[in-house]
T-cell receptor, first 113, second 113 residues
Framework: EPEVTQTPSHQVTQMGQEVILRCVPI?????FYWYRQILGQKVEFLVSFYNNEISEKSEIFDDQFSVERPDGSNFTLKIRSTKLEDSAMYFC???????????FGSGTQLSVL | GDSVTQMEGPVTLSEEAFLTINCTYTATGYPSLFWYVQYPGEGLQLLLK?????DKGSNKGFEATYRKETTSFHLEKGSVQVSDSAVYFC????????????FGTGTRLKVLA
């Protein structure tokens, strides 16, 4: 079965540094998402992306966050200046249609020190 | 706002035991309901879904019935196997035309041989 690939699997960074989390969605999918899960808490929606623009974002997705699909295959999440509270598992997902099932990557564990 | 509440884990069972993982939701209208499973080192995968009241989703011996009257979508399996050890996430997709899935915290299941 096709899969969503995320890199790196673990990222450690210092507070205030920029990080870029990378995802390769399934090739014929059109809808892309980022979710995150802080340890012990719910999986939270961050942003959805369709047709080269953000279609929806949560309150968490403030000006420190941005997403990009730079080359038609990668889908990236950038955190401009990381905070301690950004430490979480970040999941990328994609789907073929808007309300079809989501295919998730295995996540990037981000640790901000 | 819309939300999902799952029973706390971890749940530890012996092989062939009966499994129930409780999930209740709060939402307006008639959301779609899902169970996702995350095996160690992998992304979340759709296990089953139900899109309207009284629908029963089933897959790999797991079942869940969409109960509008009790706003519940409990996951059950008659006889668990060691290979079912994973984290199980209940989720809903609101009816309001959003792409924003709402997840619970996840319930870790450990099945002992």
């Amino acid at each position: 079965e096709p899969e969503v690939t995320q890199t790196p699997s673990h990222q450690v960074t210092q507070m205030g540094q920029e990080v870029i989390l990378r995802c390769v969605p399934i090739s014929n999918h059109l809808y892309f998402y980022w979710y995150r899960q802080i340890l012990g808490q719910k999986v939270e929606f961050l942003v959805s992306f369709y047709n080269n623009e953000i279609s929806e974002k949560s309150e968490i997705f403030d000006d420190q966050f941005s997403v990009e699909r730079p080359d038609g295959s990668n889908f990236t999440l950038k955190i401009r200046s990381t905070k301690l509270e950004d430490s979480a598992m970040y999941f990328c997902a994609s789907s073929g249609e808007a309300n079809e099932k989501l295919f998730f990557g295995s996540g990037t564990q981000l640790s901000v020190l | 706002g819309d939300s999902v509440t799952q029973m706390e884990g971890p749940v530890t069972l012996s092989e062939e035991a009966f499994l129930t993982i409780n999930c209740t939701y709060t939402a307006t209208g008639y959301p779609s309901l899902f169970w996702y499973v995350q095996y160690p080192g992998e992304g979340l995968q759709l296990l089953l879904k139900a899109t309207k009241a009284d629908d029963k989703g089933s897959n790999k011996g797991f079942e869940a019935t969409y109960r509008k009257e009790t706003t519940s979508f409990h996951l059950e399996k008659g006889s668990v196997q060691v290979s079912d050890s994973a984290v199980y996430f209940c989720a809903l997709l609101p009816t309001s035309g959003t792409y924003k899935y709402i997840f619970g915290t996840g319930t870790r299941l450990k099945v002992l041989a």
